[in-house]
């Protein structure tokens, strides 16, 4: 069983920064694809970005090339998103998840571990 918890969101000017972060318990974390997905109320719970399991891939939705990067440090055991140039679109509650296979997927299905999430607001 893998438990993940996020951190690092917050309130931030529209311009601004924010890196978060996911810890994960268990001894399998560098053996899995971690995702990060966002969520804003009424709509589904949208695709931001996927790393494969050795950090040497990864993939973006199209709105956050180029503004959001997605990394790993499987000796801790976390995995980091670094939210630049925000926008308020991008005001969101952030989910880390964490699937049991090597690579990634965008699709939220195809992952089994998720965190509680935490909040990204953008003022603008």
């Known amino acids: 069983q893998v438990q993940l918890v996020e951190s690092g969101g917050g309130l931030v000017q529209a311009g601004g920064s924010l890196r978060l972060s996911c810890a994960a318990s268990g001894r399998t974390f560098s053996s899995y694809a971690m995702a990060w997905f966002r969520q804003t109320p009424g709509k589904e719970r949208e695709f931001v970005a996927w790393i494969n399991w050795d950090g040497s891939r990864t993939n973006y939705a199209d709105s956050e090339k180029g503004r959001f990067t997605i990394s790993r440090d499987n000796a801790k055991s976390t995995v980091f998103l670094q939210l630049n140039s925000l926008k308020s679109d991008d005001t969101a509650v952030y989910y880390c998840?964490?699937?049991?296979?090597?690579?990634?997927?965008?699709?939220?299905?195809?992952?089994?571990?998720w965190g509680q999430g935490t909040q990204v607001t953008v003022s603008s």
């Open positions: 998840a964490g699937r049991r296979y090597p690579y990634g997927s965008d699709w939220a299905r195809e992952y089994t571990y």
